[in-house]
């Protein structure tokens, strides 16, 4: 069984200090409640704000080694993060 987890519109930034750690919360939570006690990748459905504060909780997480696939939302464009998100991804 594969199992993926699909997040998105976490927005750290619209929590202050503490955004970055209830972030890192939420994506440990995201592996413990795998019903096959792992992930085989994490899809990033856009609007996280800040890709950098984003980083910062995947980097303090247990999904810090596992596949992850960002996705483009309106808030990384209105907030001017688009190239934090294509920075992810590899030119050819």
């Known amino acids: 069984m594969t199992c993926v987890a699909y997040l998105g519109d976490a927005r750290p ?3 202050g200090s503490t955004g970055i750690t209830e972030l890192t919360k939420d994506f440990n939570a ?13 899809v990033f459905c856009g609007d996280f704000d800040r890709i950098s ?4 909780a995947i ?6 080694n596992i596949p992850i696939v960002w996705v483009v939302g309106n808030h990384e464009i209105d907030q001017g993060d688009l ?7 590899p030119t050819a």
Do not use: E, M
């Open 13 to 15: 930034s619209k929590f």
């Open 83 to 89: 190239a934090g998100v294509r920075g992810k991804y």
């Open 30 to 42: 995201a592996l413990s409640l795998s019903p096959t006690g792992q992930l085989d990748a994490v």
């Open 59 to 64: 980097n303090a997480s247990n999904i810090r």
């Open 53 to 56: 504060q984003t980083q910062q």
